[in-house]
């Protein structure tokens, strides 16, 4: 399970392992009260991708890029059932 040093090289491994296939991609967000760290994970049961911090800028890169994958888990959902009902 690799785990990144840097907020840039998870959040374009993640946002790519969601892209190669969307409807195996899971996120888990979870937070520690007891250290205070956050912990992002973004899998697709064959690639695991881990981000942790303990910082307070971290976690408004993490609340972005969770609501972008949002957004584009809701537009492709749209998409194909726009397509089904055609």
Avoid: N
């Avoid at 190669?20 to 996120?27: G, I, L, S």
């Avoid at 695991?48 to 969770?66: G, M, P």
């Amino acid at each position: 399970m690799p785990q990144f040093q840097t907020w840039e090289e998870f959040s374009r491994a993640a946002e790519k392992l969601y892209l190669a296939d969307p409807m195996k991609a899971r996120v888990v967000l979870k937070y520690r009260h007891s250290d205070g760290s956050l912990c992002i994970k973004v899998t697709d049961d064959l690639v695991c991708l881990v981000y942790r911090t303990d910082q307070a800028q971290d976690v408004k890169k993490i609340e972005k890029f969770h609501s972008q994958l949002m957004r584009l888990m809701v537009a492709k959902e749209s998409r194909s059932v726009a397509m089904e009902t055609d």
